[in-house]
């Protein structure tokens, strides 16, 4: 299975607050909001959500297309990606403006303020996804993740005019989306990715019920947190998936974004969604357990007896052919 990941391509500033946000807000007093907040160190992580999920799916054996747009300061981002086995083949240069960057803090409540600045992303409204599927000999699924909202518009509609299955994924650029643009981002996807907060806001920008929601999509993936995953499969019953336990938490940063890796990664073996969505959240684990979202190394052995520890032997026995990993 061909999977193209279209999406942001950035380097992380992730910062830690030892301290609520919480205790700083004057509610009666938000319209003149000025805080800034003392943090206790500093880490220049590789990031994007395009790049992470598709470092996800190389590290579990796949080879997915990236497709975004970056600056010349790329160079040696491009030499990681490619060396854990993600094609960047279809990465779009620009000639002008830096990769993008997102600043983000992160409280003693996991809780998170943060900025991006565009950048290079704002030229992937330029990508043709055509070329793309020519290069690789076809596209059997495109994500359309969070990115240039240009760029999202037309990745959806492109994907629509040729027959071509996506994924819709706009997470965090939904709150800069109007009703309208939500529904030419979602309507006749194949699957939608969205947490609590995004589907809600869905619903309300666009003046949907929930129902109506998930029926604008064939399957919807709605992550809940410490609460699971709800996987909607049109005209059947829910699946219901909880979380895998981790060893310690140390910044949920990409944490939606190696889920998504592992569903996807379950999707292109042919896993129903069930193991789909617990292999997605046996690597959203990894993680969490880790500052940065392309800092965990995943060995093969270990990460299959979590799976049984976590969703018992029979999900770590199907899934196990599926996946390699860097380490036995």
Not at 38 to 58: E, K, P, S, W
Not at 73 to 94: A, I, K, M
Not at 161 to 186: H, K, M, N, W, Y
Not at 206 to 229: A, F, I, P
């Amino acid at each position: 299975m061909q999977i193209a990941i279209t999406g942001s391509i950035a380097t992380d500033h992730l910062m830690t607050f030892d301290g609520l946000f919480a205790d700083s807000l004057v509610v009666e007093q938000l319209d003149k909001i000025s805080l800034s907040f003392l943090t206790q160190d500093l880490q220049v992580r590789r990031g994007g959500v395009a790049a992470n999920i598709a470092f996800g799916m190389a590290n579990l054996g796949q080879r997915p297309v990236l497709v975004g747009a970056v600056g010349e300061d790329f160079t040696d981002y491009r030499s990681w990606l490619q060396r854990h086995g993600v094609d960047c083949e279809s990465v779009h240069y620009s000639e002008s403006q830096h990769t993008a960057r997102f600043i983000c803090t992160t409280d003693r409540d996991m809780a998170q303020i943060a900025t991006f600045y565009a950048g290079a992303m704002t030229e992937a409204r330029d990508i043709e996804l055509a070329p793309v599927a020519r290069r690789v000999g076809g596209l059997d699924l495109v994500v359309v993740g969070a990115n240039d909202p240009e760029a999202m518009l037309r990745h959806s509609d492109e994907c629509r005019s040729r027959g071509i299955p996506f994924a819709a994924d706009p997470s965090q650029q939904l709150a800069f989306c109007d009703g309208e643009t939500i529904e030419r981002l979602v309507d006749g996807a194949e699957y939608l990715f969205t947490n609590e907060y995004e589907s809600h806001l869905a619903c309300q920008k666009t003046g949907w019920s929930e129902e109506e929601l998930g029926n604008r999509v064939r399957v919807q993936v709605k992550t809940r947190g410490k609460d699971g995953v709800t996987v909607r499969v049109r005209g059947e019953e829910p699946i219901e998936v909880g979380i895998a336990r981790e060893v310690r938490k140390a910044d949920p940063t990409g944490v939606g974004d190696a889920f998504r890796s592992g569903f996807l990664t379950g999707l292109a073996a042919g896993l129903p969604h069930r193991r789909c969505a617990e292999l997605g959240s046996m690597l959203a684990t990894y993680v969490i357990e880790t500052v940065g979202t392309q800092e965990y190394v995943l060995g093969k052995a270990r990460f299959l007896e979590r799976l049984a520890e976590a969703y018992g032997s029979d999900s770590a026995e199907e899934i196990a052919p599926h996946i390699t990993c860097p380490r036995p």
